[in-house]
């Protein structure tokens, strides 16, 4: 069984910044080796943001992001963080973490998620 429990949402005005943590607990083995922050406003699809290889480091961003957004990852203490600067209220969604075996950008490829932690940014 694995565990994700996401914090670090809040409410913050337009050009602040947010960082939320990821923190996994249980079996981490194989299949959850690449993590990906999603997140879902409401009436819309879910997206992924953000993606990471706790491996190898590799890591990458959505258009939207790229230049804001900064994913790592502390695998000491099985915590993968995202940093988020420059925010825009079209950033204000909840915000996901997701474990999984493959370097995807399909919500479908991550059977482990966290319970959310929502990001509001006013104007």
């Known amino acids: 069984q694995v565990h994700l429990v996401e914090s670090g949402g809040a409410s913050v005005k337009a050009g602040g910044s947010l960082r939320l943590s990821c923190v996994a607990s249980?079996?981490?083995?194989?299949?959850?080796?690449?993590v990906a922050w999603f997140r879902q406003a409401p009436g819309n699809a879910r997206e992924a943001v953000a993606r990471?290889?706790?491996?190898?480091?590799?890591?990458g961003y959505t258009d939207s992001v790229k230049g804001r957004f900064t994913i790592s990852a502390d695998n000491a203490k099985n915590t993968v963080f995202l940093q988020m600067n420059s925010l825009k209220p079209e950033d204000t969604a909840m915000y996901y973490c997701?474990?999984?075996?493959?370097?995807?950008?399909?919500?479908?490829?991550?059977?482990?998620w966290g319970q959310g932690t929502q990001v509001t940014v006013s104007s």
């Open positions: 997701a474990a999984g075996p493959y370097y995807a950008w399909s919500h479908s490829m991550y059977p482990y």
């Open positions: 990471i290889s706790t491996y190898t480091g590799n890591l």
């Open positions: 249980g079996q981490l083995d194989a299949k959850t080796v690449y």
